[in-house]
């Protein structure tokens, strides 16, 4: 299994800045896809951006050219660099990790992190 840790959530206005960090340990050597998550309050949790290991990336429409998902592979770390924050970017947000397109020596997984709140003030 992996798990995963996640920090840098927090408070900021409108038109702000703030760098999610997600921190992997057990066997990252099986991860295939990584990916960001978020939940609003009254809503289902919905795809933030994702990256495979070839280092192609796919973000959602409401995100995208705001975000920025990367990953530090020296340091097992997922980042979402967030710019030009919106109020309605307020959210739980969580990290994934799974390893459903590793090779056959790899166990399947699907973890998530324990989520970070964002809120941007208006």
């Known amino acids: 299994q992996v798990q995963l840790v996640e920090s840098g959530g927090g408070l900021v206005q409108a038109w702000g800045s703030l760098r999610l960090s997600c921190l992997a340990s057990g066997y990252t050597v099986c991860i295939s896809t990584t990916g960001w998550y978020r939940q609003a309050p009254g809503k289902e949790r919905e795809l933030v951006a994702t990256?495979?290991?070839?280092?192609?990336?796919d973000y959602a429409d409401s995100v995208k050219g705001r975000f920025t998902i990367t990953r530090d592979n020296t340091k097992n770390t997922l980042y979402l660099q967030m710019n030009s924050l919106k109020p309605e970017d307020t959210a739980v947000y969580y990290c994934?990790?799974?390893?459903?397109?590793?090779?056959?020596?790899?166990?399947?997984?699907?973890?998530w992190g324990q989520g970070t709140q964002v809120t941007v003030s208006s």
């Open positions: 994934n990790a799974d390893s459903h397109d590793s090779g056959p020596l790899c166990r399947d997984f699907d973890s």
């Open positions: 990256m495979n290991t070839s280092g192609m990336k």
